[in-house]
C-alpha cells in the first residue's frame, strides 16, 4: 500500500455563528502501488480537500494517515517537507510554473529540496529525457510564457515526476485544456505513471477520463464511495 486513509475526519468553520462544515466523516481509503484513481464530484464536495491530506500538505481533525508504512499523523513539518519532495508528485490546475526561469529548470527545481547524490549533469539529461518524451525537446531553454497551455501541463507532469515519486496527485491538470488535449494530456501521465510504477490520483471534472483510471471514487450522500 502506498497510502491509507483510515477513519478520517475533516472539517472547516464556517464562521462563528455557524457549525463546523463536514468535509470528510469517518473517512477511508487505501491506494495501491501502481493503482490509478480518478475523484469526481460538484465543486466544493472536498476534492482538492481529500487530495491535500493524501498528500500530506493538508491534516485531517482526526484519523490515521500511513504513506508507505510510516505514520504521517505524528511526523514534524521537517520530516513532511521531506516526504514529499522524495515520495509524491504534484499536478495542479494552474501549472504553477516559474515564470523567470526556463522550462529545464523548473523541472529540475523539486530535485533541489532532495539531499540527492546525483550530480547536476546527470539530473540535466534525464530531465532532457523526460522533455523529450513529452515532445518538448526543443522548448527546453524556452520561458514557461513562450509556451502554449499544454506545453505548460506537459512540463509540469514532467516535473512531478523527476524525483521518481511513489505517488501522484493531479488536481484537474486539464482543466485549463480542450478536450483532445486534455485526453492527450493524460494518456501521457498514464503512460508516465504506468513505466514509473507511480502510482496515480486525477481530480477531474471529465467523466470519460474519470473512467480511464483502474478506480473511480464519487462523491454520493455526501460522501466519497467507490463506483
Ligand atoms: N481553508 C479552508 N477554510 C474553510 N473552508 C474551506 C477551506 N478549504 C476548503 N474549504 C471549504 O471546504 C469545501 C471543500 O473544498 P474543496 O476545495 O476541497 O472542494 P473541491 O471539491 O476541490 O471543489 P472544486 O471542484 O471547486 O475545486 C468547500 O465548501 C470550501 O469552501
Ligand atoms: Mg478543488
Known amino acids: 500500500m502506498i497510502v491509507e486513509l483510515k477513519d478520517i475526519f475533516k472539517s472547516y468553520s464556517e464562521g462563528e455563528d455557524n457549525p463546523r462544515r463536514d468535509i470528510l466523516d469517518s473517512f477511508n481509503l487505501s491506494i495501491n502501488f501502481d493503482e490509478s484513481i480518478s475523484i469526481v464530484g460538484p465543486s466544493g464536495c472536498g476534492k482538492t480537500t481529500l487530495l491535500n491530506i493524501l498528500g500530506t500538505l493538508d491534516k485531517p481533525d482526526s484519523g490515521?494517515?500511513?504513506f508507505n508504512g510510516e505514520l504521517v499523523t505524528n511526523m514534524n513539518d521537517?520530516?513532511?517537507s521531506k516526504l514529499r519532495a522524495e515520495k509524491i508528485g504534484f499536478i495542479f490546475q494552474s501549472h504553477h510554473?516559474?515564470?523567470q526561469i526556463s522550462v529545464i529548470e523548473n523541472v529540475i527545481l523539486p530535485t533541489l529540496a532532495v539531499n540527492s547524490k546525483q550530480n547536476n549533469t546527470i539530473i540535466f539529461d534525464e530531465a532532457e529525457t523526460l522533455l523529450s518524451e513529452v515532445?518538448?525537446?526543443n522548448e527546453v531553454n524556452k520561458f514557461p510564457s513562450q509556451l502554449?497551455?499544454?506545453e505548460k501541463q506537459r512540463v509540469a507532469i514532467v516535473r512531478s515526476l523527476i524525483n521518481k515519486p511513489n505517488l501522484v496527485l493531479a488536481d484537474e491538470p486539464t482543466g485549463s485544456l480542450d478536450k483532445s488535449r486534455g485526453e492527450e494530456i493524460i494518456d501521457l501521465l498514464k503512460s508516465l505513471c504506468v513505466n514509473n510504477q507511480t502510482s496515480?490520483?486525477?481530480v477531474t471534472h471529465d467523466i470519460e477520463i474519470a473512467s480511464q483510471?483502474?478506480?473511480r471514487l464519487c462523491f454520493k450522500n455526501f460522501d466519497f464511495i467507490e463506483s
Open 148 to 150: 502554449s497551455g499544454g
Open 78 to 80: 521537517d520530516q513532511l
Open 200 to 202: 496515480l490520483v486525477v
Open 64 to 66: 490515521e494517515v500511513v
Open 135 to 137: 515532445g518538448l525537446k
Open 213 to 215: 483510471m483502474k478506480r
Open 97 to 99: 510554473l516559474l515564470p
